[in-house]
């Protein structure tokens, strides 16, 4: 390179400098997270790795402090304060408790949520277009989806004609909007619905009873944190069942339809990275799901004795052999 080219190239890196480093955030900036399971469910990395990708670097100018409840409602309401005295720039809510928890405690601090079920009739937003105060996000349900879940679980043979609901209330309030959902289509399908709420350990293992019907399992973090006995309890009915994450079929469910949680926390950095620079959470509208995914487990339907249909597996995102 000659003198001429050097200092031309020299000329070119002092322009494009500050424009650069402008963009690149300087200042350490602080994120409280609350999820309600107790491990790494749905995960830290793609969160970490989203931000980091928008210039947010751990350790260099954001700090995230992480907290689990492990599926019980007074330690999520205990980080819940936790998480609201360290005073951070931004709160990011997992699961429905983690929002109620975080809700009561500011209506100043930013909240970002992730997989939510109807956050307008839980009162997390005036509506999705302008959600109003301190909250907005992304949600893992849409109306039709809980129908869906039923239609699916009666294609296979011998046909379901009796589904129980599992889900605990006090994790998943807004049970009741699916199940109503759920009883119609079920008077569509001329399958009897019946509800089955868990709370513990002792009415997960008594779902081993219930060999009279199929399984539906519902949006919980109670049962994703609980997903050990719940699986168990169903082999041991020999029961085909229906779940709504793709983590249950890989460790021995039947079926799952669901969303991409994982990239729920990814799209939900963006958010977090726009409140960080200035925007407002009642500007950014919630995002309902866009993409749905049927994964399906063979050897859990042989094992039970259950026939996919090829109609069913042709659709399907994922064959587990």
């Not at 939900?268 to 866009?290: E, F, S």
């Amino acid at each position: 390179m000659n003198r001429r080219e050097c200092l031309a190239l020299l000329g070119t890196i002092t322009a494009f400098a500050p424009s650069a480093l402008a963009q690149q955030p300087t200042t350490m900036r602080r994120v409280g997270v609350l999820t309600v399971t107790d491990d790494d469910v749905i995960g830290q990395a793609p969160l970490a790795e989203a931000l980091s990708a928008l210039g947010w670097k751990e350790q260099a100018n954001l700090q995230i402090d992480w907290r689990s409840g492990a599926g019980d409602r007074q330690r999520i309401a205990q980080f819940a304060e936790e998480l609201v005295g360290l005073k951070p720039d931004v709160l990011f809510a997992i699961g429905t408790p983690s929002v109620e928890e975080l809700q009561k405690r500011t209506t100043s601090t930013p909240i970002v949520f992730a997989v939510i079920t109807d956050p307008v009739s839980q009162g997390f937003a005036k509506n999705l277009a302008h959600p109003g105060g301190n909250l907005t996000g992304f949600t893992d349900y849409d109306g039709p989806l809980a129908g869906k879940w039923l239609d699916l679980l009666t294609q296979i043979h011998p046909r379901v004609s009796r589904v129980l609901v599992v889900y605990n209330p006090a994790t998943a309030p807004f049970a009741d909007l699916m199940l109503r959902t759920i009883e119609e289509a079920g008077r569509t399908l001329h399958v009897t619905v019946e509800p089955a709420p868990v709370h513990d350990a002792a009415s997960l293992a008594a779902l081993a009873s219930r060999t009279d019907g199929g399984f539906l399992v519902l949006p919980d973090f109670f049962t994703m944190a609980n997903r050990a006995p719940l699986l168990a309890a169903i082999v041991q009915a020999q029961a085909p069942a229906m779940f709504w994450s793709r983590m249950f079929v890989d460790e021995g469910g039947l079926m799952s339809y669901s969303t991409d949680s994982a990239e729920q926390l990814r799209r939900a950095a963006g958010y977090i990275d726009r409140i960080l620079k200035g925007a407002l959470p009642a500007d950014l509208p919630v995002q309902n799901p866009t993409k749905f995914e049927l994964a399906v487990n063979l050897k859990t339907a042989k094992a039970i004795g259950v026939t996919l249909p090829p109609s069913l597996l042709a659709t399907a995102n994922d064959v587990i052999e």
